[in-house]
């Protein structure tokens, strides 16, 4: 770690303008106190401060290496003892030689100069704790901030990997689905199969290109979404349809990457599997004030034995959300009789 007060202008100027203060003030107690000529007054005052400015500058170093990973706190505090014993003398010592050596004709001056050092040896004791104390203030704050940004750095990443798992998690769960459908082709449909392969062959180059971002335009998802339709279209013939309601500003809003295929994976999956009449996947989308909302709703036979499932793809988009948005109400699953709706609530700011 630098020193702060050559380092860092905003704390050398807050050092400064302190000693600043200190300058005034002692200009005007010696003054009005041991009735010092102001010539004499301001010499004194100058080199005694000034001096102790650049020392205190150095007494960082000190602090920086006496710091308690690497020593005892009784160890640290007898070095600062003899540490303040050795500056206040050295700095009393040089300041009068200099004041003194200015100053020689003052006879007045000289000898409350002379009976003063012993108040001033004492004064650079204090200067020395105040400056110590000021010292490790700022590395406890400095040390304080840095911890601080390691650990947003650190969930940060945490994050980021939590969220490339859960959307990993994503495409073994469909290829596993769409195999089983290629398979089931196969042999009652090989051109069927053949051209579902092709489909699954794009969605999963697609898939590859975007696994790097974790956000992407509307649009562009649902374009890769309408790659996985077109699988169970090619499977499932016209047993269901897909219906879209998207208003044009919508289609660029940023959206969380892999976000609609599960969706319609399961609309699928608990619609279409096991209904004897036609489904009807609806996707629909607006802006409510701060919320961009995304709705896919689907019709279900209500007679239909239920498809078991792990429930990974809401599962999936509800722990996305909340790592994303550090909100666990995004996501709202509205089941009745014979529709099956998810509502999803994406922030705007």
């Given at each position: 770690?630098?020193?702060?007060?050559?380092?860092?202008?905003?704390?050398?100027?807050a050092?400064?303008?302190?000693?600043?203060?200190?300058?005034?003030?002692?200009?005007?107690?010696?003054?009005?106190?041991q009735?010092?000529?102001?010539?004499?007054?301001?010499?004194?005052?100058?080199?005694?401060?000034?001096l102790?400015?650049?020392?205190?500058?150095?007494?960082?170093?000190t602090?920086?290496f006496?710091?308690l990973?690497?020593?005892?706190?009784?160890?640290?505090?007898?070095?600062?003892?003899?540490?303040?014993?050795?500056?206040?003398?050295?700095?009393?010592?040089?300041?009068?030689?200099?004041v003194?050596?200015?100053?020689?004709?003052?006879?007045?001056?000289?000898?409350?100069?002379?009976?003063?050092?012993?108040?001033?040896?004492?004064?650079g004791?204090?200067?020395?704790?105040?400056?110590?104390?000021?010292?490790?203030?700022?590395?406890?704050?400095?040390?304080?901030?840095?911890?601080?940004?390691?650990?947003?750095?650190?969930?940060?990443?945490?994050?980021?990997a939590?969220?490339?798992?859960l959307?990993?998690?994503?495409?073994?769960?469909?290829?596993?689905?769409?195999?089983?459908?290629?398979?089931?082709?196969t042999?009652s449909?090989?051109?069927?199969?053949?051209?579902?392969?092709?489909?699954?062959?794009?969605?999963?180059?697609?898939?590859?290109?975007?696994?790097?971002?974790?956000?992407?335009?509307?649009?562009?998802?649902?374009?890769?979404?309408?790659?996985?339709?077109?699988?169970?279209?090619?499977r499932?013939?016209?047993?269901?349809?897909?219906?879209?309601?998207?208003?044009?500003?919508?289609?660029?809003?940023?959206?969380?990457?892999?976000?609609?295929?599960p969706?319609?994976?399961?609309?699928?999956?608990?619609g279409?599997?096991?209904?004897?009449?036609?489904?009807?996947?609806?996707?629909s989308?607006?802006?409510?004030?701060?919320?961009?909302?995304?709705?896919?709703?689907?019709?279900?036979d209500?007679?239909?034995?239920?498809?078991?499932?792990?429930?990974?793809?809401?599962?999936?988009?509800q722990?996305?959300?909340?790592l994303?948005?550090?909100?666990?109400?995004?996501?709202?699953?509205?089941k009745?009789?014979?529709t099956?709706?998810?509502?999803?609530?994406?922030?705007?700011?």
């Open positions: 770690m630098s020193n702060p007060f050559t380092t860092n202008r905003k704390i050398f100027a050092y400064a303008s302190m000693w600043f203060l200190i300058f005034l003030s002692h200009v005007a107690i010696i003054m009005i106190v009735d010092i000529k102001f010539y004499a007054a301001l010499v004194d005052s100058f080199f005694f401060n000034f102790y400015l650049i020392i205190g500058i150095g007494i960082w170093y602090v920086r006496n710091n990973e690497s020593y005892t706190p009784l160890k640290i505090f007898l070095d600062h003892i003899v540490s303040a014993v050795i500056t206040a003398v050295i700095w009393v010592a040089a300041s009068e030689f200099i003194s050596k200015i100053l020689s004709q003052e006879n007045f001056y000289l000898e409350f100069l002379n009976q003063s050092l012993i108040w001033r040896f004492l004064i004791i204090l200067y020395y704790i105040a400056l110590v104390s000021i010292n490790y203030v700022i590395i406890y704050y400095n040390n304080f901030q840095e911890k601080v940004l390691k650990e947003v750095e650190l969930k940060g990443l945490v994050k980021e939590e969220l490339n798992a959307k990993y998690q994503i495409n073994p769960h469909f290829i596993f689905n769409s195999l089983n459908s290629i398979s089931s082709l042999i449909n090989p051109q069927r199969a053949q051209e579902m392969t092709i489909k699954l062959s794009s969605f999963l180059r697609s898939t590859l290109v975007k696994n790097d971002n974790q956000k992407s335009r509307l649009i562009d998802e649902l374009n890769n979404a309408m790659l996985y339709m077109d699988i169970e279209k090619i499932f013939a016209d047993k269901f349809e897909f219906v879209e309601e998207i208003k044009p500003e919508c289609k660029e809003v940023e959206v969380p990457n892999m976000i609609l295929q969706l319609f994976e399961n609309a699928v999956k608990h279409v599997y096991e209904s004897l009449e036609k489904v009807i996947i609806k996707l989308c607006s802006i409510e004030k701060e919320y961009f909302k995304i709705i896919v709703e689907n019709n279900f209500p007679e239909s034995v239920p498809k078991r499932g792990a429930g990974i793809g809401i599962k999936n988009i722990n996305r959300m909340k994303i948005y550090n909100q666990d109400n995004l996501v709202v699953v509205d009745t009789n014979s099956f709706k998810i509502t999803i609530y994406i922030p705007m700011s």
